[in-house]
């Protein structure tokens, strides 16, 4: 892979900050990260870091809070009643971009592949917090923030996700919110 600076991404998540920000866009969402900390390996329920893209989006055009359950939208739209009754699901709603690691042997291939380990950007419940580590490993955002967010952003999107809080300052990014 050639060398990628952070001024090529076009989305870099700060998970020091909770924090994904659109640098061309001046953009930024609260976002929640892997409850488990910062981490490549599979079944770890960590957050990767370093290069990805987006290898592919399912959810165009369906309703808010729209239950997926391996990429698949059930036809179920998330609400307290359906969250009682599966107490213990991982909700995924509203939008999916499902990314790809770049970076062989460290978020790429046997042990450590993002795309192998089902790391998505996706919607979470209302309920859920933002701004701190709570996922399985995901980025979770709240549901209308997903959805803008898919809208903006193609498959083949270069997505940075930085262990260190970012210098945003230098990168152009204003940090208001």
């Not at 409850?35 to 960590?46: H, R």
């Not at 036809?75 to 009754?85: F, H, K, T, V």
């Not at 549901?143 to 210098?167: C, G």
Request: proline fraction near 4%.
């Amino acid at each position: 892979m050639n060398t990628l600076h952070l001024d090529q991404a076009d989305i870099l998540i700060d998970l020091a900050q909770q924090k994904l920000y659109l640098p061309r866009l001046n953009k930024q969402y609260l976002i929640s990260s892997g409850k488990n900390g910062i981490g490549e390996t599979e079944n770890s329920g960590k957050t990767p870091r370093g290069w990805h893209k987006i290898a592919e989006k399912f959810g165009q055009n369906a309703p808010l809070n729209s239950v997926f359950v391996a990429r698949q939208a059930t036809g179920e739209i998330y609400n307290a009643e359906l969250a009682a009754e599966f107490p213990q699901r991982d909700w995924i709603l509203t939008r999916i971009l499902w990314l790809r690691g770049l970076e062989a042997g460290f978020n790429q291939g046997e042990g450590c592949d993002t795309y192998q380990r089902y790391i998505y950007i996706h919607g979470t419940p209302e309920t859920e917090k933002m701004g701190e580590p709570l996922s399985h490993g995901c980025i979770r955002m709240r549901n209308p923030e997903v959805a803008e967010l898919f809208d903006l952003i193609s498959e083949d999107a270069l997505v940075y996700i930085s262990e260190q809080a970012l210098d945003l300052g230098r990168l152009n990014v204003s940090k208001s919110e």
